[in-house]
């Protein structure tokens, strides 16, 4: 098993640019969200999906947009890069509310 | 919402004990889990507590309160290779875990 899969492991972007951060899971679960790391602030939720078709908005949401067309699947895009987007992002999965979170290896990303 | 609470720093020396505190605040709970993250690595699960009292996973036991809001990660033995960030997160309100700002466990010889 592949576990949660990132796409890309590095990316630079110029302010405005938009694109998306790929990730895929292979453990047929439900539960995927986007986390954001910036240092000294901990793991903070972008947004996440309890099931295909099923999104929500986390703790913060502005700038980013996501969509589950499938179980396997939870792109991350951002619309209109900016610098304070400059972080490190974990995609992860998890069985259910009281399973352990599995992450993604994450990706670097700074806006210039 | 949900918040919690955790040391930035925590040091000690190899083969102690070391207990890394979490206090949280939330609207409904399902349970607090531990997660371990090395420099440039993603964080990876340690334990989970759903109910008062201790969990023992080898070197590593979590406790929880419900009526106090707290939990707490003890390492026993430490190693270097320990030297780790660790976050405390709460399943409450929302499916998805919030997480602490991370404690950064330095182990030195």
């Known amino acids: 098993n592949a576990g949660v899969t990132q796409t890309p492991k590095f990316q630079v972007l110029k302010t405005g640019q938009s694109m998306t951060l790929q990730c895929a899971q292979d453990?047929?679960?439900?539960?995927m969200s986007w986390y954001r790391q910036d240092p000294g602030m901990g793991l903070r939720l972008i947004h996440y999906?309890?099931?295909?078709?099923?999104?929500d908005q986390g703790e913060v949401p502005n700038g980013y947009n996501v969509s589950r067309s499938t179980t396997e699947d939870f792109p991350l895009r951002l619309l209109s890069a900016a610098p304070s987007q400059t972080s490190v992002y974990f995609c992860?999965?998890?069985?259910?509310?009281?399973?352990?979170?599995?992450f993604g290896n994450g990706t670097r990303l700074t806006v210039t | 919402g949900q918040s919690l609470e955790q040391p930035s720093e925590v040091t000690a020396v190899e083969g102690a004990i070391v207990q890394i505190n979490c206090t949280y605040q939330?609207?409904?709970?399902?349970?607090l889990s531990w997660y371990q993250q090395h420099d440039g690595g993603a964080p990876t699960f340690l334990s989970y507590?759903?109910?008062?009292g201790l969990e023992e996973t080898g070197r590593f036991s979590s406790f929880l309160s419900r009526s106090d809001s707290y939990g707490y990660l003890l390492l026993q033995e430490l190693q270097m290779k320990d030297s780790a960030s660790y976050f405390c997160?709460?399943?409450?309100?929302?499916?998805?875990?919030?997480f602490g700002r991370g404690t950064s466990l330095i182990v030195h010889p």
């Open positions: 453990m047929n679960h439900e539960y």
């Open positions: 939330t609207s409904g709970f399902y349970g």
């Open positions: 507590n759903a109910l008062d």
């Open positions: 999906s309890v099931g295909a078709g099923i999104t």
């Open positions: 997160a709460v399943s409450g309100g929302s499916y998805i875990p919030t």
């Open positions: 992860a999965s998890s069985q259910g509310i009281n399973s352990p979170l599995h």
